[in-house]
């Protein structure tokens, strides 16, 4: 069985452009969460769905946007990119709305110019 | 709040050394704990995980970890190191009940020395 895939695998933007980072789920989970890595540090919660509903966001500026589609794949979006954006992000999936079986995808690794 | 300090962002063992990470936690509620491997270039790869079972909590790749709670501690250990061992390994905490995200921590480099 397929992992979780994400893509693209790498991007380099611009300031202020935007971009949008896709997640396609285990098969049969319903539930995509979306983590941001810093180099040199942890993953840091984004936003979290379940069944095309969100049921978490994490302490990111409204410039963040998510949503999870019919199929459970989901798309992250960011507007006005900042050079503090560059960073590796990570899409996990889980068959329930719970957190404690969580399957990681390769991540995109984003830079901002 | 649940928080998760990993002590040494960069732990150097020899070759068929004890490999020892240390993960420190605190939870108002009881706890599921977890740690994961990160290979270069990768995404988070589950090692194991604790919920609440046996506090000896055996993972794959030869890889155990303990949940002391009178100590509020889930270190990391395998007894002899391998070079493929290399890598970030992360500890992660979400309260039992849980609902909630992950909470990392900011991640140990393990190196191994030939």
């Known amino acids: 069985d397929a992992g979780v895939t994400q893509s693209p695998t790498h991007l380099i933007k611009t300031r202020g452009q935007h971009v949008t980072l896709r997640c396609s789920p285990i098969?049969?989970?319903?539930?995509v969460s979306w983590y941001q890595q810093v180099l040199g540090q942890g993953p840091q919660f984004i936003f979290q769905y379940y069944e095309k509903e969100e049921r978490g966001r994490g302490n990111f500026p409204d410039r963040f946007s998510a949503r999870q589609f019919p199929n459970y794949s989901s798309e992250l979006n960011v507007n006005a990119l900042l050079l503090g954006d560059s960073a590796l992000y990570l899409c996990a999936s889980s068959l329930r709305a719970a957190n404690y079986e969580q399957y990681f995808g390769p991540g995109t690794r984003l830079t901002v110019t | 709040a649940q928080s998760v300090t990993q002590l040494g962002s960069h732990v150097s063992v020899s070759e068929g050394a004890l490999v020892l990470l240390r993960c420190n936690y605190s939870?108002?509620?009881?706890?599921?704990l977890f740690w994961y491997v990160q290979y270069p270039n990768q995404g988070l790869q589950l090692l194991l995980k604790y919920t609440s079972a046996a506090t000896l909590v055996k993972g794959i790749n030869g890889f155990e970890a303990e949940f002391k709670k009178s100590e509020t501690s889930f270190h990391l250990t395998k007894p002899s190191a391998h070079m493929s061992d290399a890598a970030e390994y992360f500890c992660a905490v979400i309260p039992a009940a849980g609902n909630t995200p992950l909470v990392f921590g900011k991640g140990t480099r393990l190196s191994v020395i030939a």
């Open positions: 098969s049969g989970h319903k539930s």
């Open positions: 939870s108002s509620v009881p706890p599921y």
